[in-house]
């Protein structure tokens, strides 16, 4: 077994016993192999390994291993900033994308999405935090954007994405956590359907479970440490 595979069943075996003890079922819980700045050849390992969902932050380099990927059943999810002259190229290649944090980039990913493709997936991202180095929009503009984006044509809007601050106890990151699934709560019972909460990285994805994660985003309990290259757009 390589290193790649063996490191994939180890979080898979984590994700089961966190479910377990949120007395949740894994199955519930889409695991996100997040492959920015790891070549092709090791999305293929993963991939030989029985993981088919991928992320990228990276349109370039997304672009690339999509291409030399292409025979490959992967559904890709685009997961970094978005940047407008950008979005025509996220919008023709990407199943999902995770950061939309402006109308704006909604509002173009929308025009931009081929009609030949099925709707594309987005989620919100909150700057549940209110970091600000991180992208999102902030929690209490969130209602009236999310509103906005359902509304657009060849989108689905399907969840809240967030990047909550880093801390290394359990507790507080709960509370970050626990502070999106109930900002998707309030959205829902203003009437829209939102199945998706996209939370939960290597460092804290236990307590991301804990509080309802639908999707956890990892890469370097799986592909190891990343070397980052200047210049990746």
Not at 96 to 103: E, N, T
Not at 192 to 209: E, K, N, P, R, V
């Amino acid at each position: 077994m390589t290193t790649i595979a063996s490191n994939l069943q180890a979080v898979r075996d984590a994700i089961v016993a966190a479910a377990k003890l949120a007395g949740r079922h894994a199955e519930e819980v889409s695991l996100l192999a997040v492959s920015k700045t790891f070549p092709s050849n090791a999305v293929r390992e993963a991939y030989l390994a029985g993981q088919t969902r991928f992320a990228e932050s990276y349109v370039q380099e997304a672009i690339e291993k999509i291409d030399k990927l292409h025979g490959l059943d992967i559904e890709w999810h685009y997961i970094g900033p978005i940047q407008t002259n950008k979005t025509r190229a996220i919008a023709e290649n990407f199943s999902w994308v995770h950061s939309v944090d402006r109308f704006k980039i909604a509002e173009r990913l929308s025009r931009q999405r081929p009609t030949h493709l099925p709707p594309l997936q987005v989620c919100l991202q909150v700057n549940i935090s209110l970091e600000t180095s991180k992208s999102g929009v902030e929690p209490d503009n969130a209602e009236p954007m999310a509103i906005e984006i359902s509304k657009l044509p060849n989108l689905t809007l399907r969840g809240l994405m967030a990047v909550p601050a880093p801390s290394d106890d359990f507790n507080l990151q709960r509370e970050s956590f626990e502070q999106l699934r109930k900002l998707r709560d309030r959205l829902n019972l203003k009437g829209l359907q939102l199945d998706t909460l996209s939370m939960g990285m290597s460092h804290d994805f236990s307590a991301a479970i804990a509080e309802g994660a639908t999707m956890v985003r990892i890469g370097t309990a799986i592909f190891g440490d990343r070397i980052y290259l200047k210049g990746a757009t």
